[in-house]
């Protein structure tokens, strides 16, 4: 398991606890700012710090333990409808698994095939 990247430095051991919170609720502070993805699920979003092929990860403490239906938005462009579950804990984050990942598409499907051969001309009635 890779380590989290809002996991403390082994120098921070040595200094007291409250300045430890201090710097990981810095931390996190400043990776919520430069997420530019969020899940959505309901009226909730929460802000995805790390996105791979496979899934994401979302701040622990400020996350339920979703599974299901979610919605991935960067901004406001929906970017993928996504069937997650719960897959591990990893320091002050908490990963999610992708079971299906499906892009959203920004036209609708048509239901016929569409060809780009045209006729070469039309016939005269006489």
């Known amino acids: 398991m890779q380590p989290s990247a809002l996991s403390e430095d082994p120098v921070s051991e040595y200094l007291p606890k409250e300045i430890r919170d201090q710097l990981a609720a810095a931390r996190r502070h400043v990776k919520r700012k430069q997420a530019t993805r969020a899940v959505h699920v309901g009226d909730e979003a929460f802000a995805i710090l ?11 403490d400020e996350a339920p333990r979703l599974r299901g239906l979610v919605d991935i938005y960067e901004g406001a ?7 997650i579950i719960a897959s591990a804990e990893d320091g ?4 999610y698994d992708f079971k ?14 569409q060809s780009d051969t045209r006729p070469a001309g039309l ?4």
Do not use: C, W
């Open 50 to 60: 790390e996105m791979t092929s496979d899934g994401f990860a979302l701040i622990a």
């Open 77 to 83: 462009q929906h970017l993928y409808q996504a069937l």
């Open 92 to 95: 002050d984050l908490i990963r």
């Open 100 to 113: 299906r990942n499906t892009a959203t598409a920004r036209t609708a499907p048509v239901d016929f095939v």
């Open 123 to 126: 016939l005269s009635k006489g």
